[in-house]
């Protein structure tokens, strides 16, 4: 640990953060650094992080990376000890490599961020309602991975079965292949002989996927309320159902008045245009960033409108007329639904959507 003694001045921190231990650089408001220390990542070395920055002098923004992840813990703490944070970005490649990487520089370079409020955002709260969302999607989406992949495994193994057994179950639908596999009762002793190991492989299979559809099914039933609870707004927007709507909500987060406008909500999700203008020459470019399960959800939305929604199909046809690919009128649509739904996050009556 080093540190540099000062006079009572108003410090910044900027923390690194890592499974086991938080790396904490503090700076005064020139950008000085007064000290570097390490900390463990459990809430003592959260209390002692906290008490060495102060002892700088005053404690005026904390500056920490990863908020979501290795420093969930730590923002949950000093949340609680009302200090100011932000969420700082990662240090660019450029950064990277011209002062190279460890765990104090990474430290700094997050110090020196929320000193200068480039690169900062306000972090999301972690102890509301959608971050209960978020945890049961997790479970649920790892659910909905492993049925696919388990239905894969059964197709492939039936490619590859004895013609018998080939010919028999190829022609089921899927709804049928999983029954009929889940219920056969295949000669355990004979193992040994290809068809009933690939009976017996599949029937393992066939049971393991309807488990996980149980599993969905019951992380349904707990998800859809909980949507409902959190925002009973959105679910009423046209294309909107509780996968979509809990979606946009954990993206959102619990504070969503830290997204200041709507363009701000668009850019979190990707559905924001990039700017590439040069010259003479006036552009934007797709954007490739965000949080992608988010743009996935405003792109089903979309889709779904393009369907049934008769004013998202009026102005498809009215964008088609001048000239607009399929892909150009669903990025458009997009933009338009990523302002509607900021609108009905930030609402507390309901609304009548405004259809591009």
């Known amino acids: 640990m080093t540190t540099i003694a000062h006079d009572s001045v108003e410090v910044t921190g900027g923390v690194d953060t890592h499974k086991d231990t938080h790396t904490v650089v503090a700076v ?20 002692r992080l906290l008490s060495w920055l102060r002892s700088f002098g005053t404690l005026v923004l904390v500056g920490v990376e990863g908020t979501g992840v290795y420093g969930s813990g730590l923002v949950r703490y000093l949340t609680a000890e009302r200090t100011a944070i932000v969420e700082v970005d990662r240090p ?39 971050e209960a969302l978020r945890n049961l999607r997790v479970a649920r989406r790892s659910a909905i991975t492993q049925r696919a992949d388990t239905q894969r495994r059964m197709k492939a193994l039936i490619v590859t079965a004895p013609d018998t057994l080939r010919q028999r ?8 292949l999983i029954h ?21 492989a599949l029937r393992h299979l066939a049971r393991r996927h309807q488990q996980l559809t149980t599993d969905i099914t019951e992380l349904d039933d707990l998800i859809a309320p909980l949507v409902h609870a959190i925002n009973p707004h959105l679910c009423h927007l046209s294309g909107v ?34 700017p590439a203008s040069s010259g003479n020459t006036h552009r934007h470019r797709l954007n490739r960033g965000g949080d992608r399960q988010a743009n996935a959800a405003l792109h089903r939305i979309a889709l779904c409108r393009l369907r049934w929604d008769h004013h998202t199909r009026n102005y498809a046809q009215q964008r088609t007329h001048q000239g ?8 458009c649509l997009k933009r338009y639904i990523a302002r509607e739904i900021y609108n009905t996050l930030n609402q507390t009556t309901p609304h009548t959507p405004r259809h591009p």
């Open 180 to 200: 009929t596999c889940a219920t056969t009762r295949p000669d355990r002793t004979r193992a040994a002989d290809p068809t009933i190991a690939t009976t017996l």
């Open 169 to 176: 179950l190829r022609a089921l639908s899927d709804r049928q």
């Open 241 to 274: 159902g509780p996968d979509v709507a809990g979606q946009l909500l954990v993206t959102a987060g619990d504070n969503t008045h830290r997204l200041h406008s709507e363009a701000a909500f668009a850019m979190l999700c990707g559905a924001a245009p990039l």
């Open 92 to 130: 660019n490649r450029a950064t990277r490599r011209r002062r190279g990487k460890s765990d104090p520089i990474d430290a700094e370079a997050a110090a020196q961020a929320a000193l200068s409020a480039r690169g900062t955002s306000i972090p999301k709260d972690r102890d509301g309602r959608v």
């Open 324 to 331: 607009k690919t399929k892909k150009e009128i669903i990025r």
């Open 28 to 47: 005064d408001m020139t950008g000085r650094v007064l000290g570097t220390a390490q900390f463990p990542a459990n809430s003592a070395g959260y209390a």
